[in-house]
């Protein structure tokens, strides 16, 4: 079964600090994504990556940056926590680009609050 | 930027009654896809309907595709108390698996 696995569902960090969020994939999908939701706004990209290594911005990057050494793990991180990055952060993969209208997989999120 | 836009209505029905759910998206697409969240969890994969495609079904869920009015609707029949969720839809433009979301709609389904 497809699993997708965020390191914490509840996270409280301080502002300024440095953060870091964990996703894990079992199903060797190449795809990968960080997204975050907030009430009235939706999902929104904040960065993605097709292979080990290798990152694209999404449509929100500014404050983040991501890190994908191995192709079943990829870390958000916040480099200095601010208290308008508090939201639900939810993790995603997909199969590969060379198979487009292939879903994506999320997993269960991480609720951050910044104070 | 965002391109699926669900009509901005949260849902309150009884069990046994017909959901439907509208999307709107504003360029061209290779597919749309629509998603499911339950409260606290992350979204699931429900049905993808082509660009080339009009209709498509899944169990209780029938999805309609409209590319002239560059819109897409979900209809959930005989709905049942777990049903109760909020409902995305998600266009793929680029053909490479990256989705842009729309806002939600959330269906409250009353046993």
């Known amino acids: 079964d497809v699993k997708v696995t965020q390191s914490s569902r509840y996270l409280v960090k301080r502002t300024g600090e440095k953060v870091f969020l964990e996703c894990v994939q079992d199903?060797?999908?190449?795809?990968m994504f960080w997204y975050r939701q907030d009430p009235g706004l939706g999902l929104r990209l904040i960065y993605f990556s097709y292979d080990v290594k290798m990152k694209e911005k999404g449509d929100i990057p500014e404050g983040y940056s991501v890190s994908r050494e191995k192709k079943e793990r990829f870390s958000l991180i916040l480099e200095s926590a601010s208290t308008n990055q508090t939201s639900m952060y939810l993790c995603a993969s997909s199969f590969s680009v060379a198979a487009p209208r292939q879903p994506q997989h999320f997993g269960d999120g991480t609720r951050l609050s910044i104070l | 930027s965002q391109q699926g836009e669900e009509d901005p209505q949260a849902l309150s029905i009884q069990e046994g009654e017909n959901a439907t759910m509208n999307c709107s998206y504003k360029t061209s697409i290779n597919n749309l896809q629509w998603y499911r969240q339950n409260s606290g969890r992350g979204l699931v994969h429900l049905i993808l309907?082509?660009?080339?495609?009009r209709e498509k079904h899944s169990g209780r869920l029938r999805v309609t595709l409209d590319t002239s009015k560059k819109s897409s609707s979900l209809l959930i029949t005989a709905s049942r108390a777990a049903d109760t969720a909020s409902y995305f839809c998600a266009t793929d433009s680029y053909g490479n698996n990256r989705l842009a979301f729309g806002k939600g709609n959330q269906v409250v389904v009353i046993p």
């Open positions: 199903m060797d999908h190449e795809n």
């Open positions: 309907i082509r660009s080339n495609e």
